[in-house]
């Protein structure tokens, strides 16, 4: 039976997203009707809504979320009706060839569910991501959605869907950032913190955090950051070399998506580090080195996607961690707000002014 719903519609590119009464079809073979608890508002979200990372309009905004399975489809052995479960927007086999040498970005067989929702006048929506978060109800393909346990609350559980995975993803299986290591993370957004927080984890020895704004790097701090370097104070790489005893960073990462920062990155790594580009590009970014420079960076530079996660494996890691209190995703959610809120949310995202607002359905 289809059902109606609440979601956010990005109609047109560049134009405000609006709350509207969304249609919702049944679950097909092999998919789940998910009733949504709750979402984070992210960066890509915004992308879409500007139309900088599709054209497929109308949008129905949102994947970063969590809430409780209400409904399977045919040949559904997993999860099951009232599991609750974390949605991913990428969910890979964890068998085939690219995802057993841990590269799970190329696998193939990682699918969304058809699209489900609609809008009240009948024009099919397409899912932000393949999931579609800022809703009432989703519907995903059951592997994309994962039971973990019930007590990592719903506004907090839903940030591990993207961008704390994201980020704890690049140091543990990108990176794998040893006991020990230096590390510099470029860009101290939702992304950042949660790398910081990861080497943390991670017991890296020094986790050195670089962001042109005040309020990024007092959060910085609190996730883990052993030391702050504000990058409008003067050349951040300079000041990471003298953190360093002069030789650099074991690990960089990159979590802004400039060229500027990129190359800040290489440089700011130790000649045997590594440097992790999480950021994603606008995609006109060209990046500008000389080739020769290559001889010198050798193996050193690494795309993190997902942070090569597994979710079927990592999500309920992750909110276990939670529950031991050994990852922080109270301090991430800044503000928690309605399903109408998340104009107001985009907008204090671009001011800097938030880590994560949550929507609480
Ligand atoms: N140097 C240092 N920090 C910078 C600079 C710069 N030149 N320019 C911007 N920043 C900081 C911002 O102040 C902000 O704190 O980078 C941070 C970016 O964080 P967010 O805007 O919150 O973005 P986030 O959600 O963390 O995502 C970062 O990762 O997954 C990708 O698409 C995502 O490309 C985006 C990136
Ligand atoms: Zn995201
Ligand atoms: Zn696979």
Not at 233 to 251: Q, S, W, Y
Request: with cysteine; glycine share 12%.
């Amino acid at each position: 039976m289809t059902i109606t719903g609440r979601g956010v519609v990005a109609r047109r590119a560049g134009e405000p997203a609006h709350v509207e009464e969304i249609l919702i079809d049944p679950p097909g073979p092999g998919e789940v009707l998910v009733r949504v608890q709750a979402s984070g508002v992210c960066h890509t979200d915004l992308h879409y809504k500007l139309g900088s990372v599709g054209n497929d309009f109308p949008y129905l905004l949102g994947h970063e979320g969590a809430g409780i399975v209400e409904a399977v489809g045919e040949g559904v052995t997993a999860p099951a009706v009232g599991d609750y479960v974390i949605l991913a927007w990428r969910a890979p086999c964890g068998n085939c060839r690219f995802c057993a040498i841990g590269q799970p970005h190329l696998c193939a067989a990682s699918l969304n569910a058809e699209p489900r929702m609609r809008t009240a006048d009948g024009v099919t929506l397409s899912p932000a991501l393949g999931i579609g978060t800022f809703c009432t109800h989703t519907v995903v393909a059951a592997r994309q959605a994962v039971p973990v346990s019930t007590e990592c609350p719903p506004v907090q559980a839903c940030l591990i869907g993207c961008g704390v995975m994201t980020g704890i993803g690049a140091v543990l299986y990108t990176a794998s950032v040893r006991r020990g290591s230096t590390v510099a993370v470029f860009g101290c957004g939702g992304v950042g913190a949660s790398v910081i927080q990861g080497a943390r984890i991670a017991h890296a020895a020094k986790i050195i955090a670089v962001d042109i704004a005040e309020n990024k790097l007092n959060w910085a701090r609190e996730f883990g950051a052993t030391d702050l370097v504000n990058a409008r104070d003067g050349d951040p790489v300079a000041a990471i070399k003298e953190l360093t005893g002069g030789n650099g960073v074991d690990f960089s990462f990159e979590a802004i998506g400039r060229p500027e920062t990129l190359l800040q990155a290489l440089w700011a790594r130790d000649l045997a580090g590594t440097c992790v580009l999480i950021g994603v590009p606008d995609p006109t970014m060209r990046l500008d080195l000389p080739i020769q420079q290559f001889f010198g960076l050798g193996g050193a530079l690494r795309v993190s996607w997902y942070g090569d996660c597994l979710p079927s494996r990592d999500f309920p890691m992750l909110a276990d961690w939670y529950r031991r209190g050994d990852l922080d995703l109270d301090r991430a959610v800044t503000r928690v707000i309605t399903l109408d809120e998340t104009e107001p949310a985009f907008e204090a995202m671009e001011r800097g002014e938030t880590l994560r607002s949550v929507v609480h359905l």
